[in-house]
């Protein structure tokens, strides 16, 4: 019997800026995602880089930040997350653009625990986590954090077409 094809379907969550939002997106996404038929493992590993990504928005986002929208679009390929705001952006120069790469630093295994860095970790979580990702962001003109994960759809996948 053909294998049926699998469906494009994109759907959008929009939040207020507050703290709760963080867990109501895991719950809204990672339900939606294992109902149309994803992998347990691929559903944690897009929740993890979508939960780095969504608690950059509060923290980084500054107060000009009302909301923000996490833009799904899932299909035979793969997942694909995004994660919008109307912040502050990235100040020019600061690292994380392709087009200004970091400054090289001692790798962590020569520093002592005590001077291991606290922070700056979530975009490498992304990128452990997922196949792809770009940030895309201008000063004042918000940022754009684009996650894509491949997908090997089960023969009984939901969002395998009816037809
Ligand atoms: N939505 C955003 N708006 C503005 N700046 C952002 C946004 N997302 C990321 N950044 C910038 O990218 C930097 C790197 O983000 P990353 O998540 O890797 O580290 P962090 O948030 O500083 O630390 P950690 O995630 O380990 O707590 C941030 O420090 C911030 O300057
Ligand atoms: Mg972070």
Redesign the pocket.
């Known amino acids: 019997m053909r294998v049926k094809p699998v469906s494009d379907v994109k759907f959008c969550l929009v939040f207020q800026r507050e703290t709760l939002s963080v867990p109501v997106m895991r719950r809204v996404l990672g339900d939606t995602l294992l109902g149309l038929g994803v992998d347990n493992e691929s559903v944690y590993d897009i929740l993890l880089a979508a939960t780095?990504?969504c608690?950059?928005?509060l923290?980084?986002?500054?107060r000009q930040v009302r909301g923000y929208a996490v833009v799904t679009s899932v299909g035979a390929v793969g997942c694909q997350v995004e994660v919008a705001?109307d912040?502050?952006?990235?100040p020019p120069g600061?690292g994380?653009r392709p087009d200004h790469p970091p400054a090289p630093r001692a790798p962590e295994a020569e520093l002592p625990v005590a001077q291991l860095p606290e922070?700056?970790?979530?975009?490498?979580v992304m990128r452990a986590c997922v196949d792809n990702v770009t940030?895309d962001?201008r000063p004042g003109h918000g940022?754009v954090?684009t996650m894509r994960k491949r997908i090997r759809w089960p023969e009984d996948a939901p969002l395998r077409a009816a037809s």
């Open positions: 780095e990504a608690t950059n928005v923290t980084h986002g500054g705001d912040g502050a952006g990235l600061t994380t922070s700056g970790r979530g975009l490498a940030l962001s940022t954090v």
